[in-house]
């Protein structure tokens, strides 16, 4: 057998393209999501207003922030002179 007559399990196409775009494009997902929430436990805020908008929601009561310590603000009244 040559490597002439050996059939291709393959064909490198449209449809093999496209697959392969989807595949890098959740890799690139699931990273992107990773890295956002090891951010937002570590640093104690979203990278962005686009994360913070949909992994908010998404999440809700499981969010890394609402676990998060956030010091109280105190506001004291102004002295008048």
Do not use: E, K, N, Q
Not at 8 to 24: E, M, Q, S, W
Not at 42 to 65: H, I, N, Q
């Amino acid at each position: 057998m040559t490597l002439d007559s050996a059939t291709p399990l393959a064909a490198a196409g449209p449809l093999a393209g496209g697959i392969c775009v989807l595949g890098l494009a959740a890799v690139a997902g699931w990273a992107w999501g990773g890295g956002t929430l090891w951010y937002a436990r570590r640093r104690g805020r979203w990278p962005s207003a686009l994360s913070a908008r949909l992994f908010t929601r998404l999440l809700g009561d499981r969010s890394p922030l609402t676990r998060l310590a956030i010091p109280a603000v105190v506001i004291l009244p102004r002295r008048h002179h």
